[in-house]
């Protein structure tokens, strides 16, 4: 094997990480920073682009000075999360922030395009509904609140090509993030004219599209300078953060399943082609074109997994370590003594796409504390992969799941797996894959490089352990009759309140 | 001339002394244990609280105790003392928290049915009410049952103690389960299901009546140096109402303490028949033209939803609820969506279902512990507004509500009740409510004035707090969104429970 290495770089929600691998994968160095954010509105939630480039070229820089001979590095990419771009003027600065993937600004021109086509011929050109979050609508408001900064913009990049471009790729739209526009035909690979129509949007503002994997450019001089990357090695295309982590986990096609959980989390399985009932998109799920050339995914999106554990831990636990946290958890009985957590603290997918659910905690006593509440928040978050992966199976035509990969960084609570497992009642395979999404950014990197002949040649060369919770049976039955008898009805029983709440308090900051 | 109010409370005996134009002159407390010698059972030995009473009174001041001229007592609710034929203790007293009684109280509620039970005593029965309590001994310790002499309340053992009389007034038998609502003595329908009969009970007086002196042996016992005349006082709840000036058609009090409680006096024995507040008679005087009965509705999580919080939640019992009113002020009316269902004790007004359980919802990620106190606070106040929303429904339209108990403290929480109640409210600062109110009784009995006359001119109030038509507005539609909780979630507690 030779000494060559890849970059991965993940621009997150939470974190910007850069990850330097050999080509077996393995870690040689990493470095992170926290993301920014910005909250200026209720509902809104920005990152600065400038500020987001200058933490990308910190952690490059630190991840590729601390390696023996950075010389050797020859590829890199970027993953990034799903729905966020910048928006750029004719020279490629920036002219409005970030709008973050999660923000729900966007209600507004998310009706009026839904308004405009119907629901299943839509999901049956995109593989997803329109949702506020996606781009489009996010560039749709830019331009009906914004036209004067609208006016200035000649170019929008996602996330992930926005910071190539600035490490000197062509500007370019990956398939994967390009599928979370609610634009792209999933069929032909190309921008939808009737769609494009509908959001107002002329082709141009998006330009050339390229798939996961292609060299896209070089690495300038300039980056060069900024982030301490040798010049003129390969920028290769990465793209949607969680695909990206699928891909390190070998989950490309049909019958690969994988659970990638982090702040959200990713139910996903591979498809050989995309799935034709459209009742699909009305479930909650979406699919999409996958990083791996030619390749599909089928994916139900849980918004706040790893999410609901963080905000329980501050909210009702602040000052105590995690570890002490899931001790006290692990001491609650199973079932958190009829304690229910539903995790729709932003929004719900399961059993329908929902962007006024919101969360609760149902079943409270004067029994219950807060090691009580962060247990039936854990089983909440299972409770709720398994409300998604029951549908998406079936869609995607597979037999009763019995294992699962499992890879992010919430995968290291052990606790929240363990539980999973009796609540999915299916093996988990915890992939020890340090940074699974920044590494799927290296093995993309390294198939732009040369160094992979394809997909599954950098699949074969990538090695690490793995570690397999079983579900515990004497658990099981419980846990089926909670979710069963409780779980599933607690969506539909809150959805009047929980919209005549959204109303109330939400609709006043949409603009 | 000093009045002197004994209220034998659930945890401690409070006295205080009032002058006849209702100063309070000295305030003391002695506490008292509550055994739970099996699972579900809570006594108390009386003889503690003959001792506590000698205890605290003796520890007036001497120009105090030499003053005292007439004694009102106040009481504990629902308990049940019994005496032999020879007016000996036979079992330590069975208090209104002892729910050993709970089978009983619902064999009971079966056999009658809710409709006879509302119109014999006004009220549902209880595990704790007198007259569950007597048909539990009756079938679980039938030798004891069977040497019952006399059976009385709490605050009447203490009164045959301060003066050999067994007797007691229509508030206090009213809590037992076994008075008539309407005409104020004892049910015969009642007496004959739970097997005891009007000769084991106590005569029925006023309350603004005297009912006897004190004994030699009691005189001293409290250290006065002459006698002092005992009138029949009242149970503590309408006693508390009584010196918060609450006494008049149109006046209901609000309290905020461990649960919350909606009274309200009423000049006929309305009742609610599926039972779902209490309809008691009062210590006010119907023959006198004051209103007979209060109708209460009572929620079982107020100022306790908050200590569960800081306890449980927060982990730290030493937040107090001051801290906890300034955290739910650092955020919007409304909490920003965030409401809590306060039934973590099941609920008593409206629903009365022991199994109902709590929650929170409109949670999101945006939320915080701020949000959560203030949720709690908003939360007891909707369950506390349809208590009260019943109690008017029985009694009349509010023009006078006083906020009392623990929560009034808060100016926070008592501008809630004015927003969520839509209307203006005032403070009570009438701290040792039902002590008060039992010296209040005791000048009534003393002078011939009417009760009510006296609780309205010894009472004092805080200005009036207006409600906020915006916040008002907010509160609206969100009790709209708690009110549909309940009904949506009911058919799930039991599998919750499981």
């Given at each position: 094997m030779s000494d060559e290495l890849l970059v991965g770089l993940d621009v997150g929600t939470t974190n910007v990480k850069a990850v330097v691998v050999d080509l077996t994968g393995r870690t040689i160095a990493v470095a992170s920073v926290a993301q920014e954010i910005s909250?200026?509105?209720?509902g809104w939630a920005q990152h600065n682009p400038d500020r987001m480039w200058e933490l990308a070229c910190q952690v490059i820089r630190e991840a590729a000075t601390s390696v023996e001979n950075p010389g050797r590095i020859v590829g890199i990419a970027v993953a990034s999360m799903g729905e966020a771009g910048v928006t750029l003027d004719v020279r490629g600065d920036p002219t409005y922030d970030v709008i973050a993937w999660f923000d729900r600004r966007t209600v507004a021109q998310t009706d009026r395009f839904a308004a405009a086509i119907d629901r299943d011929k839509l999901f049956a050109i995109t593989g997803t509904e329109i949702q506020p979050i996606m781009t489009g609508p996010k560039l749709m408001w830019l331009r009906d609140e914004h036209p004067d900064i609208w006016a200035r913009t000649s170019r929008f990049l996602n996330v992930s090509a926005y910071i190539a471009y600035r490490l000197g790729a062509e500007p370019s739209q990956e398939h994967s993030l390009a599928s979370r526009t609610g634009l792209f035909d999933l069929r032909s690979r190309t921008w939808h004219p009737d769609l494009m129509e509908i959001a107002g949007l002329h082709t141009d503002v998006f330009g050339t599209l390229s798939m996961g994997g292609t060299r896209i450019g070089n690495v300038s001089i300039d980056a060069s300078r900024q982030t301490g990357l040798p010049a003129g090695i390969a920028i290769g295309m990465a793209g949607h953060d969680h695909i990206c982590g699928a891909f390190a986990g070998g989950?490309?096609?049909?019958g690969d399943v994988l659970d990638s959980i982090g702040t959200a989390e990713g139910l996903m399985v591979g498809l050989d082609a995309p799935v034709d009932d459209v009742t699909m998109g009305g479930r909650g799920f979406t699919q999409g074109a996958h990083v791996v050339p030619d390749k599909y995914y089928g994916l139900g999106a849980i918004y706040t997994a790893g999410a609901s554990y963080e905000w329980a831990r501050a909210a009702l636990a602040g000052g105590k370590s995690h570890d002490e946290i899931l001790v006290g958890a692990a001491s609650v009985p199973a079932g958190s003594l009829g304690v229910v957590f539903l995790p729709h603290l932003r929004l719900a997918m399961f059993p329908e796409l929902d962007s006024r659910a919101r969360g609760a905690f149902i079943g409270l006593t004067t029994d219950v504390t807060t090691d009580v509440l962060i247990r039936s928040v854990l089983e909440g978050i299972a409770f709720e992969g398994r409300a998604g992966f029951g549908p998406l199976t079936q869609y995607a035509q597979l037999?009763?799941?019995s294992d699962i990969k499992v890879i992010g960084g919430t995968a290291r609570n052990e606790l929240l797996i363990q539980i999973k497992a009796s609540v999915m009642n299916a093996r988990q395979h915890v992939l020890q894959v340090e940074e699974a999404t920044a590494l799927g950014a290296a093995m993309l990197a390294g198939m732009a490089a040369g160094v992979y002949r394809n997909a599954d040649d950098a699949i074969a060369n990538v090695k690490y352990e793995t570690t397999t919770h079983e579900p515990d049976s004497s658990l099981v039955p419980m846990y089926d009759g909670l979710f069963d008898e409780v779980y599933t009805a607690i969506y539909s029983a809150l959805k009047p309140m929980n919209h005549a709440v959204f109303d109330m308090f939400m609709a006043g900051t949409v603009e | 001339m000093t009045y002197l109010g004994i209220d034998l409370g659930t945890s401690s005996v409070k006295v205080v002394a009032v002058s006849p134009t209702g100063t309070v002159l000295q305030v003391r407390s002695v506490p008292y244990a509550t055994s739970h010698p099996e699972s579900g059972a809570a006594e108390q030995d009386p003889d503690d609280w003959w001792q506590a009473v000698g205890e605290t009174v003796r520890g007036l001041e001497t120009e105090i105790r030499s003053q005292i001229s007439v004694i009102g007592l106040s009481g504990q609710m629902h308990g049940t003392v019994v005496l032999s034929e020879s007016r000996q203790l036979l079992v330590p007293a069975i208090i209104w928290s002892d729910v050993r009684g709970a089978e009983d109280s619902m064999l009971l509620t079966e056999t009658l049915g809710k409709p006879a039970i509302a119109d014999e005593i006004g009220t549902p029965l209880a595990a704790g009410f007198q007259a569950v309590t007597l048909s539990w001994l009756r079938r679980t310790n039938r030798a004891t049952f069977d040497s019952i002499g006399y059976v009385m309340l709490p605050k009447d053992y203490l009164r045959f103690r301060l003066t050999g009389e067994l007797s007691t007034e229509p508030s206090d038998a009213a809590s037992t389960g076994l008075l008539q609502v309407h005409t104020r003595d004892w049910s015969d329908v009642m007496l004959k299901a739970v097997g005891i009969e009007r000769r084991h009970l106590p005569r029925i007086g006023k309350s603004a009546a005297l009912s006897g002196v004190l004994t030699h042996e009691a005189q001293a016992h409290l250290g006065l140096s002459r006698s002092a005349r005992v009138c029949g006082g009242g149970a503590d709840v309408p006693l508390a109402a009584i010196a918060s000036g609450v006494t008049n058609l149109g006046q209901v009090m609000v309290t905020l303490s461990s649960g919350a409680q909606a009274t309200a006096h009423v000049d006929a024995s309305s009742v609610d028949f599926p039972l779902r507040t209490h309809t008691f008679a009062s210590a006010l005087e119907p023959d006198h033209g004051e209103c007979g009965w209060y109708v209460m509705g009572a929620t079982m999580a107020c100022g306790s939803a908050l200590s569960w919080f800081a306890q449980?939640?927060?982990?730290?019992?030493?937040?107090s609820g001051q801290v906890l009113s300034e955290m739910a002020s650092e955020v919007a009316v409304g909490a920003d969506g965030l409401i809590f269902v306060p039934y973590l004790s099941g609920e008593r007004t409206p629903h009365m279902d022991p199994g109902a359980r709590g929650a929170f919802i409109g949670l999101t990620a945006d939320h915080d512990r701020r949000h959560m106190a203030r949720a709690i606070i908003e939360g007891t106040t909707f369950a506390l507004a349809d208590a009260l929303e019943l109690v008017v429904g029985l009694t009349s339209e509010p023009n006078d509500i006083v906020v009392a108990g623990?929560?009034?403290?808060s100016s926070i929480w008592v501008q809630v009740v004015a927003d969520i109640v839509n209307r203006p409210v005032r403070t009570s600062p009438v701290a040792d409510q039902s002590a008060v109110g039992a010296a209040v009784v005791a000048a009534a009995a003393d002078t011939g004035r009417p009760v009510s006359e006296v609780g309205q001119s010894w009472a004092s109030f805080g200005p009036d707090v207006f409600p906020h038509d915006e916040q008002a507005t907010t509160y609206q539609n969100l009790r709209r969104v708690y009110q549909a909780f309940y009904p949506a979630f009911a058919s799930h507690f039991p599998t919750l429970r499981s």
């Open positions: 909250y200026p509105h209720p989950v490309i096609r049909k037999p009763r799941l | 449980s939640v927060l982990g730290d019992r030493s937040i623990g929560g009034a403290k």
